[in-house]
C-alpha cells in the first residue's frame, strides 16, 4: 500500500520511485486497488494532484477504470472541484456521459457540490445538461436542491429542462423552496417555471416552502402567482402546513393573502386544529384573531379544544376557552375534551376543564366516563383525581363495564386496587358485577375476584354471551381462581348461550389440572357445547391426549359426536393427532363411524394428508371403501387433495383404482382436474380407466384441459387417451381449452390432431367459444390452423357476432382482418353490429361501422341497431349511429321507432337527444300508440314533460287516457296526468 500512500499524500517523487523500481509490474500496480476499488489515479484525481494525475496517465494507468460504486477518476475530480484534473482527463479521452452505479455523471456530481468551474467545462465539452440518473434526478435538479445559484443560472443558459421531474415527482423549483433557496427559487421564477406541478405527494412548491417556514420563498412565490389557496392531494393548503409547524410570520403573510381560514383539510382538520394540536398557541391566537371558529369539528366530530386537550397544550386549552370553546362539545364517538385529556393523562389540563364547567360524569356514546377512559388508559394520577373530585365509580357502560372492570381488562391493577379501595356499588347490580368478575376471572386477578364476591354478585351470570366468570377462569387456566369461585358457591355446570360450561373451556385449551378439579367438584362429563361439542371432542380436536385420557377414564362417552356428526376420533384424525386416535380405538373406539356427510375418520385423515393416521386407521381395518355421502372414498379424497403416499398406500392395501362418486368422478378424474400430476401418472401407472367420464360424460383429459393443466394434458395423449371425447353436451378437451384460455393446452392438442372444427351441441366451435371469452391469442392461433371464420352455431351466431357481442374489440379487428363475414346474422337476422350495439359496446360499434358494416341492417321482427341501443339506453352508441347516418325513423315490424322504444323504457336522456336530432314526436306504432302514449301508460313523467315540451300531439287525448289506464300504478302516473291536464 505504499504506492497508494505516497499518491494520497502527492508526493510524485515517491510514486516515481516505487514505479520504477518494479518496472516489470508497474502496469500491475497502477491498475492495483484499495478496499473501495479505487486505483491510484482515482486517489490523485480525488485530491486533485494533477503532477501525479499526468505522469501515472503517461505511464499506463487506465482512464476509465471504475470503483466498487462505479466511479471513474473523472468523476472523483468532478465531485472534489479540480477543474485542471478534470479538464487534463477529459483531454485524454475521459468518458463525460458515463454514470455511475446510481447513474450520477461526473456533471451531476460536479453541480451537486456547487463546482462551477467544472461544471463549465464539462458542459463545454459536451456534456448532456439533462441526463437523468436512476432516481430521475439532473444537474439542475440537484444544484437547485443544494441552492448552488451560479450553477443554477448557467445550466438554464445551457438549455437545462426546468420542469423535468425529479426523485417523488419533484421539480428544481419545489426542492429549491423546500430548502429556502431564495436567490434560486426567483431565477426558476423568472425563467418560466410552473408554479403548481405536484410532486408524488401532491405537494407544490408553496406548501413545501410553507411547511419549512421559508418566509421570503412563500412571498416569492405568491408575489409571482402561486394560489395560496391551492390544494394538495390530501386537500390541505399552505395555511394548514404553516399552522401545523408553527410559523406564526408565514401563517400571518398567508392570511393577508386570502388564505382561506376555516378551510377543511385532511379528515376535515382546520388550520386551527392542526396548530392547537400541536400547540402553538401564538398561531392559534392568530388564527382566531383572524376569525377562524373555534367551534369547528372535523370529519370525526373533534374541535380544536379536543385536539389541544389530547396533547395537553394547557395554554391552548386556556384561550381557546376564553374565546367561546365549549367544554361540552362532543367528537369522535361522543368523547368530550374532559375525556381525551383523561385518557392522555393531561392532569393539568383535566384540573382546567374541571373548573370550567366541564360534566365530570359525561358519557361518550357508549356509556363511558372520563374514569373509564382514565382506568382504560393506565393514567392512575388522573384516576385518583377524578374519583376524589366525585365521579361516579359506579358507573356502567352499554356493555356493563365499570371502571374498576374496565381497569382490570386492560390490565391496570394498580388502578383497579385503587378502585377497590373505594366502595362500588356492585353487589346487587346484574348489569355491572358479573361482567366485572368475568373481567377479573379473564385475567387471573385473584385480589379483585375475591374483592368483588365479597360485594355479593351473582356468581352465575355471565356476560353478553353467556360465559359465566367460572367459564373466563377455566379457559384461561387460572385453577386459583377457579377454586375460588367453585367455593363462593359457583355452578360448575352453567352453561353460556352457547352451550358451553367451564368443564368445556378447560378441555378446549387443555388445563388438565382444572378439568381434574370440576369433575371432582361434579361437572357434567358428556355435557354438550357450541355445535353440539363435548369436553371429549374439543380435546381431541385440539390434541389435549392427558385430558382426553383422564375424561375417558372418567367414562366420557367416546361416541358422543357433535352436530355434524363428527365423533372424537373424527376430529383427531382430521388434525392428525395420531396418539389421540391410537388411544380412542384402543379404548373401543368405533373406527368406521359415519358424520352426517357420511365422512368417516379414515376419509377426513385422507382428505387433510395425515398419512401416519391413515396407515394406523387400515392397519386397525378402517374400511377403505366407506364414501361420504357423495360417494367420495378415502382415494378420491387423497387424489383430489394430492397426496401422493397416501394415494399410493391405499393402491398397495387393494383400494378400488376406479372407484366412482355420485357424480361418476373417479380418483384420477378429480387429480386430473385439480392439476395434481404425480397422482395421475401413478393412478395411471396402476391401470386407472383414463377415458371414464364423469356423469356429464366428460373425461380426466377433458378435466385437465378445461383446467390448463398442460403436463398431464401431454401425459394423457401419450398414454393412448382419446383427444376428441365429448361430454354429454358435446364439448370436447380442445373446445374446453378454447373456453377457459389456456393457449398452451390449445397449441398442444391441435398438434395432436385434435378435431378444431367439432363444436358442442349448440354447433358452438373452439374458436366460437374463444372469441366469446375474448381470448385473442387462441383466437389467432386456431384461424392460422385453418379454423373455419364464419362457422355457425345451431342459432347461427358466428364467432364475430359472440365477439362483438361481448364487446371484445381486439378479436373483433383481427377476425375483421381476416375477412370475417361482417354482415353474417344470426337465425334472426341479427349481425355483429346489432349485437354490439344491443350491449353499448361502443368501440366495437365504430369499429364496424369503419369496416362498412350495414348501419340499418334489419334483424328479428325488423329491429336495427339504432332500435337495439334505444332500447336498452346506450346513449353513445345512440349518438354515433346517427352521426353516421343511421335512420332514426326506421322502425320494427310492430312500427315501434327508436323514439317510441325509448320512451317506453323510460330513457329521458336519450328522449331528449333523438327530439334534438329531429325525430319524429308523434309516429306511432302499428297500434297508432305513440311516444307519449306509452311513456304515460309506464308514468315516466321526465319523458312525458320532455315531449310535451318539444310539442308532441295531445290533442286525441290518447295520452291522458294511458296515463289513466295506468292509474293503477300509482303517484307516478297521477304526475302524469295532471301534467296533461
Not at 460536479?110 to 439533462?130: P, R
Not at 348461550?497 to 361434579?522: M, Q
Not at 378479436?811 to 341479427?830: F, H, P, R, W
Request: proline share 3%; charged share 20%.
Amino acid at each position: 500500500m505504499a504506492l497508494f500512500t505516497a499518491v494520497k499524500g502527492g508526493d510524485l517523487v515517491k510514486t516515481r520511485s516505487i514505479l520504477e523500481d518494479e518496472t516489470d509490474a508497474r502496469l500491475e500496480m497502477l491498475q492495483s486497488e484499495d478496499p473501495d476499488g479505487n486505483t491510484p489515479l482515482h486517489i490523485a484525481s480525488e485530491e486533485g494532484h494533477i503532477d501525479l494525475v499526468k505522469y501515472m496517465i503517461d505511464s499506463g494507468a487506465v482512464l476509465e477504470k471504475r470503483s466498487r460504486s462505479g466511479d471513474t477518476p473523472l468523476h472523483y475530480a468532478s465531485q472534489s472541484g479540480h477543474q485542471d484534473v478534470a479538464q487534463y482527463l477529459i483531454g485524454k479521452g475521459a468518458d463525460i456521459s458515463i454514470g455511475d452505479s446510481i447513474g450520477y455523471t461526473p456533471l451531476y456530481l460536479a453541480s451537486e457540490k456547487g463546482h462551477f468551474g467544472v461544471v463549465e467545462c464539462l458542459v463545454n465539452s459536451g456534456a448532456d445538461i439533462n441526463k437523468d440518473s436512476y432516481d430521475h434526478s439532473t444537474p439542475l435538479y440537484t444544484s437547485a436542491s443544494k441552492g448552488h445559484f451560479d450553477v443554477v443560472k448557467y445550466l438554464i443558459t445551457k438549455g437545462a429542462d426546468l420542469e423535468k421531474i425529479g426523485p417523488k415527482g419533484q421539480t428544481p423549483l419545489l426542492v429549491a423552496s423546500l430548502g429556502g433557496h431564495v436567490e434560486v427559487v426567483k431565477h426558476l421564477i423568472s425563467q418560466g417555471a410552473e408554479l403548481d406541478t405536484e410532486n408524488e405527494d401532491g405537494y407544490i412548491p408553496l406548501y413545501s416552502a410553507t411547511q419549512e417556514g421559508h418566509l421570503d420563498i412563500v412571498e416569492c412565490l405568491v408575489d409571482a402567482g402561486a394560489d395560496v389557496n391551492q390544494l394538495i392531494y390530501d386537500d390541505d393548503t399552505p395555511l394548514h402546513a404553516g399552522s401545523e409547524n408553527g410559523f406564526l410570520d408565514v401563517v400571518k403573510y398567508l392570511i393577508t393573502k386570502g388564505a382561506e381560514i376555516d378551510r377543511d383539510g385532511n379528515d376535515g382538520y382546520t388550520p386551527l386544529h392542526l396548530a392547537s394540536l400541536e400547540g402553538h398557541l401564538n398561531v392559534v391566537e392568530c388564527l382566531v384573531d383572524a376569525g377562524a371558529d373555534v367551534k369547528n369539528a372535523n370529519h370525526e366530530n373533534m374541535s380544536p379544544l379536543h385536539a389541544a386537550s389530547r396533547n395537553g397544550h394547557l395554554d391552548v386549552v386556556k384561550y381557546l376557552i376564553t374565546k367561546g370553546a365549549e367544554n361540552k362539545q362532543k367528537g369522535y364517538n361522543g368523547e368530550t375534551s374532559l375525556s381525551t385529556a383523561a385518557s392522555r393523562g393531561h392532569l393539568d389540563v383535566v384540573k382546567y376543564l374541571l373548573t370550567n364547567g366541564a360534566d365530570i360524569n359525561t358519557e361518550d356514546n357508549e356509556k363511558y366516563t372520563p374514569l373509564h377512559a382514565a382506568s382504560r388508559d393506565d393514567q392512575l394520577h388522573v384516576v385518583e383525581y377524578l374519583v376524589n373530585a366525585g365521579a361516579d365509580i359506579n358507573k356502567a357502560s352499554h356493555n356493563g363495564n365499570t371502571p374498576l372492570s374496565t381497569a382490570i381488562t386492560n390490565g391496570n391493577r394498580c388502578i383497579a386496587e385503587f378502585l377497590m379501595t373505594k366502595e362500588e356499588d356492585i353487589g346487587n347490580r346484574d348489569d355491572v358485577g358479573p361482567v366485572t368478575l368475568c373481567k377479573a376471572s379473564s385475567q387471573g386477578y385473584l385480589d379483585a375476584a375475591r374483592y368483588i364476591i365479597t360485594k355479593g354478585v351473582n356468581l352465575d351470570l355471565g356476560d353478553r354471551d353467556g360465559f359465566t366468570p367460572l367459564y373466563h377462569a377455566s379457559e384461561n387456566g387460572h385453577l386459583d381462581v377457579v377454586e375460588c369461585l367453585v367455593n363462593a358457591g359457583a355452578d360448575v355446570n352453567t352453561a353460556a348461550k352457547s352451550g358451553s360450561t367451564p368443564l368445556y373451556a378447560a378441555s378446549n385449551k387443555g388445563h388438565l389440572d382444572i378439568v381434574k378439579y370440576l369433575i371432582d367438584k361434579g361437572a357434567d362429563i358428556d355435557s354438550r357445547g357450541y355445535n353440539g361439542q363435548t369436553p371429549l371432542l374439543v380435546a381431541s380436536l385440539n390434541g389435549h391426549i392427558s385430558v382426553v385420557k383422564y375424561l375417558i377414564s372418567q367414562r366420557a362417552d367416546k361416541e358422543m359426536g357433535d352436530n355434524d356428526g363428527h365423533t372424537p376420533l373424527y376430529v383427531a384424525s382430521e388434525k392428525g393427532h395420531l396418539d389421540i386416535v391410537k388411544y380412542l380405538i384402543n379404548k373401543g373406539a368405533d373406527i368406521d363411524s359415519r358424520g352426517n356427510n357420511g365422512q368417516t375418520a379414515l376419509l377426513v385423515a385422507s382428505l387433510h394428508g395425515h398419512f401416519t393416521v391413515v396407515k394406523y386407521l387400515i392397519s386397525q381395518r378402517a374400511d377403505k371403501e366407506m364414501g361420504d355421502k357423495d360417494g367420495r372414498t378415502p382415494l378420491y379424497a387423497a387424489s383430489h387433495k394430492g397426496h401422493l403416499d397416501i394415494v399410493k398406500y391405499f393402491i398397495d392395501n387393494g383400494a378400488s383404482i376406479d372407484s366412482r362418486g355420485n357424480n361418476g368422478q373417479t380418483a384420477l378424474w378429480v387429480a386430473s382436474l385439480i392439476g395434481h400430476f404425480t397422482v395421475v401418472k401413478y393412478l395411471i401407472s396402476q391401470r386407472a380407466e383414463k377415458d371414464t367420464g364423469n356423469n356429464d360424460g366428460r373425461t380426466p383429459l377433458y378435466a385437465a384441459s378445461h383446467k390448463g393443466h398442460l403436463d398431464i394434458v401431454k401425459y394423457f395423449i401419450d398414454n393412448g387417451a382419446s383427444i376428441d371425447s365429448r361430454g354429454n353436451s358435446g364439448q370436447t378437451p380442445l373446445w374446453a381449452a378454447s373456453l377457459n384460455g389456456h393457449i398452451t393446452v390449445v397449441k398442444y392438442l391441435i398438434s395432436q390432431r385434435a378435431d378444431k372444427e367439432m363444436g358442442d351441441n349448440d354447433g358452438h366451435t373452439p374458436l366460437y367459444v374463444a372469441s366469446e371469452k375474448g381470448h385473442l391469442d387462441i383466437v389467432k392461433y386456431l384461424i392460422n390452423k385453418g379454423a373455419d371464420i364464419d362457422s355457425r352455431g345451431n342459432s347461427g351466431r358466428t364467432p364475430l357476432w359472440a365477439a362483438s357481442l361481448y364487446g371484445h374489440i381486439t378479436v373483433v379487428k383481427y377476425l375483421i382482418s381476416q375477412t370475417a363475414d361482417k354482415e353474417m346474422g344470426d337465425n334472426d337476422g341479427c349481425t355483429p353490429l346489432y349485437a354490439a350495439s344491443h350491449e353499448g359496446h361502443l368501440d366495437v360499434v365504430k369499429y364496424l361501422i369503419d369496416k362498412g358494416a350495414n348501419i340499418d341492417s334489419r334483424g328479428y321482427n325488423g329491429q336495427t341497431a339504432l332500435w337495439a341501443a334505444s332500447l336498452y339506453g346506450h346513449i353513445t352508441v345512440v349518438k354515433y349511429l346517427i352521426s353516421q347516418g343511421s335512420d332514426k325513423e326506421l322502425g320494427d315490424n310492430d312500427g315501434s321507432t327508436p323514439l317510441y322504444v325509448a320512451s317506453h323504457e323510460g330513457r329521458h336522456h336519450l328522449v331528449q337527444y333523438l327530439i334534438a336530432e329531429g325525430a319524429d314526436l308523434n309516429t306511432g306504432d302499428n297500434e297508432r300508440f305513440t311516444p307519449i302514449y306509452i311513456a304515460s301508460y309506464n308514468g315516466h313523467l321526465d319523458v312525458v314533460e320532455c315531449l310535451v315540451n318539444a310539442g308532441a300531439d295531445i290533442s286525441l287525448q290518447i295520452a291522458r287516457r294511458a296515463a289513466s289506464k295506468s292509474s293503477a300504478k300509482g303517484a307516478r302516473t297521477k304526475s302524469v296526468e295532471s301534467l296533461l291536464d
